[in-house]
């Protein structure tokens, strides 16, 4: 039988070695070559075998050979295949001749409990406050530019976590995690700093869109400028930071670090400051009883236009 994990890569990698101990395979991915297939779907003594496959890089040219020798195997074989994100045609396939079994990553809603029932695997007690922390950081999306960015990163922070003496505080989560703020903050941070009006509310509407709470997205511009602000004051001792040096300095992972220099180089202290004082008035007015996405819009109007060129 084939089985194929799609969905998150995390969560479907993991499902796959949980079913490949179930089934007695080993759980070692092997390339999507199909002579090694073939060759560790033969079997020995005892019969036929087992394999697990990893199809993360496989292309189209290289999917037609190896498709032949799937469809060769007997159906006693263990297949299992991780391939998170498969083309129309690979689905269309599974589809017919395999099972499929899925993991989609959870959305903004729903990752705050995943960290605290992933937490448990640790013996990790997490409170409320640091599991909505840890996910608004991540948001359990990775990125082509970055993909640290994921619930695999989030997982290894736990693990840190783990190890420090009770009482977990947000205040010592805070200082230790290695995650920075969701690119897609990145993207709408430089939209305003470049006064591109249109491009910051397509991006804030999107952020809307997939479930983000207007709080969290000017929390998570605030931070954004804060750290900005503290990469100006390190240019002007350094002018040649590097995104190295940045990362440690700011707590950053170094991509991260580099978008947050290339902003600071082309914002003044007095921009940066009234970009926190306008968000910290969107907040106010947001906790206190007025239409939180109307006070977000708001923010990133007066963010955007304070830096559009004058005409």
């Known amino acids: 039988m084939i089985q194929v994990f799609t ?46 496959a990893d199809l993360r890089e496989l292309s189209e040219a290289e999917w037609k050979p190896l498709r032949e020798v799937l469809e ?9 295949l991780l ?18 079994r899925d993991h989609p990553t959870p959305g903004p809603r729903e990752l705050a409990q995943w960290l605290t029932n992933r937490a448990r695997r640790y013996d990790l007690k997490l409170p409320a406050a640091i599991a909505n922390y840890l996910a608004g950081l991540v948001g359990g999306r990775g990125s082509a530019e970055n993909p640290a960015l994921g619930l695999e990163a989030l997982d290894q922070e736990l693990q840190k976590l783990a190890l420090l003496p009770s009482p977990l505080t947000l205040e010592k989560v805070q200082a230790l995690v290695a995650l ?11 939209s305003t700093t470049e006064g591109k009006l249109s491009a910051a509310f397509k991006q804030t509407r ?19 400028y804060v750290r900005v602000a503290r990469a100006w004051a390190l240019l002007r001792e350094n002018p040649l930071l590097g995104e190295g040096e940045a990362a440690s300095a700011l707590g950053m992972h170094p991509y991260a670090a580099k978008q947050t220099l290339r902003l600071a180089k082309s914002m003044s202290p007095a921009e940066v400051e009234e970009a926190l004082e306008t968000l910290l008035e969107a907040e106010k007015a947001a906790k206190g009883g007025k239409d939180p996405r109307l006070a977000l819009e708001r923010a990133v109007i007066r963010l955007t236009l304070s830096q559009a060129p004058a005409h």
């Open 7 to 52: 969905g998150d890569a995390f969560l479907a990698r993991e499902a796959l070695r949980a079913e490949a101990v179930l089934q007695g395979i080993p759980p070692r991915l092997v390339p999507p070559e199909p002579a090694v297939i073939a060759q560790e779907a033969g079997g020995g003594l005892f019969g036929p075998s087992g394999v697990c």
């Open 206 to 224: 999107a952020l809307l869109e997939r479930g983000e709470d207007p709080l969290r997205i000017l929390g998570a511009l605030s931070w954004q």
């Open 180 to 190: 920075e703020a969701p690119l897609s903050g990145f993207d709408l941070v430089r």
């Open 72 to 80: 060769g195997l007997l159906p006693e074989v263990a297949v299992l």
């Open 83 to 100: 391939d998170p994100k498969p083309t129309a045609a690979r689905r269309k396939w599974y589809a017919e001749r395999a099972q499929l």
